[in-house]
């Protein structure tokens, strides 16, 4: 009897689920505020959902992906452009949460230290918050500004899934490489959830299942 890979690769949804989940995606989505302090957060009326990842992992991409929505999230070559906490609605039933760009961000020390506290103080007081997804970038696997946001996210005592982007850049033996290597990342930390999602929003690979996980969430 073999024993079962710890975090394994979410399964695909059935066919209904994902037909009820692309229909959610292809309902009304809207760009909702960029908030810049915590009072300027919408009220917690709603579960929701944030996306962090570090500068470059393809954020924006794979929110605009989610939506089918080529501009909803802008991608920006420029690493660190995205300086508030972006709220959009999807539907009326859930929000979609864009946090903040982490590492390298070209931004001045003291910007970057606001975007922290900010990030802190809504991980750590959003009660609406359902789960954060941790990108990745499958190319590289998990870096240690990676392993800080995981850390912030146990502390908040945040669920939280990795979502492994830009899958289809890589051969399958070295995406099992970078997956082994994630694997053991995410073992030390008590609020990763256990699974594991791969994606890659140019060819369309696990958006079907992201999404589905997301409207899951209530």
Known sequence: MTTPLP???AEEPDDATREAARKAFAGDVQFLKGVVAMDGLPP???????????????????????TGRKGIARASNTPGRTQEINFFTLNESHYLVDLPGYGFANAPVA???????????????????????????????VKPVDEEIMELLDKSAVTFQAVLTKTDKLKAKDLDKIL???????????????????????KGDGIPTLRAIITGLS
């Open 7 to 9: 975090f394994p690769i």
């Open 180 to 202: 082994t290597q994630v694997r053991e990342k995410l073992s030390k930390h008590p609020a990763a959830y256990p699974e594991i999602v791969l994606t890659s929003s140019e």
């Open 44 to 66: 917690d009326d709603r579960p929701e959902v944030c996306f962090a990842g570090r500068s470059n992992v393809g954020k924006s991409s794979l929110i605009n992906a989610l």
């Open 111 to 141: 910007v970057v230290e606001k975007w922290q506290r900010l990030l802190k103080q809504y991980l750590s007081g959003r009660v609406s918050l359902r789960r954060a997804f941790v990108l990745i970038d499958a190319r590289h696997g």
